[in-house]
């Protein structure tokens, strides 16, 4: 059983919305810090936005602020990453991540999580 596996991905219009999912298997999600990765061809992995394990601190891309939103439920061990006026430059593979940092409350989108999901296509085209 995979550990993180995600969902939500999909194909849809400039402008359009899609929300992501992220299960975790096998732990809890308290203690960790989670963080959303996306990977685009022929381009490196790169941060999009990160929580903190304490709720409270937040880091988003620059080319995401305003559009995206990550949020936890950690009652249903369940990550989210709301995405609004995605654009075509969001096409990608998108990556759920966590990290057991319970202190201190801060979080990081450099890729030096412990746990990965297997990725899920988001492609926004008209």
């Known amino acids: 059983q995979l550990p993180l596996v995600e969902s939500g991905g999909g194909l849809v219009k400039p402008g359009e919305s899609l929300r992501l999912s992220c299960v975790a298997s096998g732990f809890t999600l308290e203690g960790y810090n989670i963080g959303w990765f996306r990977q685009a061809p022929g381009k490196e992995r790169e941060g999009v936005s990160c929580?903190?394990?304490?709720?409270?601190?937040?880091e988003y891309a620059d080319s995401v602020k305003g559009r995206f939103t990550i949020s936890r439920d950690n009652a249903k061990n369940t990550m989210y990453l709301q995405m609004d006026s995605l654009q075509p430059e969001d096409t990608a593979t998108y990556y759920c991540?966590?990290?057991?940092?319970?202190?201190?409350?801060?979080?990081?989108?450099?890729?030096?999580?412990?746990?990965y999901g297997q990725g899920t296509q988001v492609t926004v085209s008209s």
């Open positions: 929580l903190s394990s304490s709720g409270d601190y937040t």
């Open positions: 991540a966590t990290d057991y940092r319970p202190y201190p409350p801060i979080c990081t989108m450099l890729p030096r999580y412990d746990f």
